[in-house]
């Protein structure tokens, strides 16, 4: 890995305040040969962490709902540190958590339901509990902002409109909304190379 590359990836590791990161092999083959998109991911990563419609416990938050989802380990760890330097508390974390979760159910259940398009599917009971969803620790905006966002990670259409009207509904921004998946969306190409 030349200097530019090295430094480029020395500076997200300290943004982020990642610990003893071995270098994966993906991030290997973009360095060797092209260091254009680290520094881009780098860009975005930094950029997605400070959007204007969204605190920074939120989108520490947020990352790491994304890194759960997506079974990163080292990215669950930084990003749940990250949180907490924020205030978030362990009933936050928690909760996080359990929306990761619940959502991978929906997600499954509805996307189902959406590509089948058969009344017998659509009309029978569910029998999914989600009374997390009622009364969340994160409150109700936020918690339905990151349903949304693991929704669209894990591409449930239906489960997508459903959260963004709820968002709306309960005086969430499209604003907010429109940031909350921009950053979804960096964190998960961060995962699928770091």
């Known amino acids: 890995?030349?200097?530019?590359?090295?430094?480029?990836?020395?500076?997200?590791?300290?943004?982020?305040?990642?610990?003893?990161?071995?270098?994966?092999?993906?991030?290997?083959k973009l360095a060797e040969v092209d260091h254009r998109y680290l520094r881009d991911l780098r860009i975005n990563v930094t950029n997605a962490l400070k959007y204007d419609n969204l605190s920074k416990?939120?989108?520490?938050?947020?990352?790491?709902?994304?890194?759960?989802?997506?079974?990163?380990?080292?990215l669950k760890t930084t990003f749940e540190a990250l949180a907490?330097?924020?205030?978030?508390?362990?009933?936050?974390?928690?909760?996080?958590?359990?929306?990761?979760?619940l959502l991978n159910v929906n997600n499954v259940f509805y996307r189902f339901r959406h590509f089948t398009k058969k009344e017998y599917y659509e009309q029978t009971p569910a029998g999914i509990k989600m009374s997390i969803m009622m009364n969340p620790v994160l409150g109700k905006e936020f918690f339905e902002l990151m349903s949304l966002g693991v929704s669209a990670l894990n591409g449930c259409e239906m489960c997508v409109n459903a959260h963004e009207e709820s968002i709306l509904k309960v005086g969430g921004s499209q604003a907010r909304i429109y940031d909350a998946v921009r950053l979804t969306a960096v964190m998960k190409g961060l995962t699928a190379i770091f």
Request: proline share 2%.
């Open 84 to 101: 907490k330097g924020e205030g978030a508390t362990d009933a936050e974390l928690a909760e996080t958590i359990a929306c990761v979760s």
């Open 57 to 74: 416990k939120e989108s520490y938050l947020l990352a790491l709902a994304v890194a759960i989802n997506e079974k990163h380990a080292s």
């Open 1 to 28: 890995m030349d200097t530019l590359q090295h430094e480029t990836l020395s500076s997200l590791l300290e943004e982020l305040k990642v610990a003893d990161y071995q270098p994966t092999a993906e991030v290997d």
